[in-house]
């Protein structure tokens, strides 16, 4: 039985950082398309972290990704693809509750278009 629309935890958020516009775009858009996600938000940000012993400060792009909860397999697999770091950042966050029009729509495009899920 499928799950209410709105039911807890039944969408991820998923953040990541890239280093420009150019690299969140290709992601965002090769995620799209492999239908693991259904929409992505690039911000700009600067990152303080420590990387082989050093404490480094970059100017990024924070993506934010829209997905189902079924959906993190694949798309974990398609970050670890198509991310040009060497160990991304990925982390999901439950989605607590959301406007059901948005979350359907979600669904709709983190689906197979003949209704299958990815």
Known sequence: ???EIGAPDSHLVVLTTVAGEDDARGLIRGLVEDRVIACGT???ANSIFRWEGAVTEEQEILVLLKTRRECWGDLKNAVKRRHPYEVPELLALPVEAGLDAYLQWVNQETSDPEGQDT
């Open 1 to 3: 039985m499928p799950e």
């Open 42 to 44: 690039m911000v700009g």
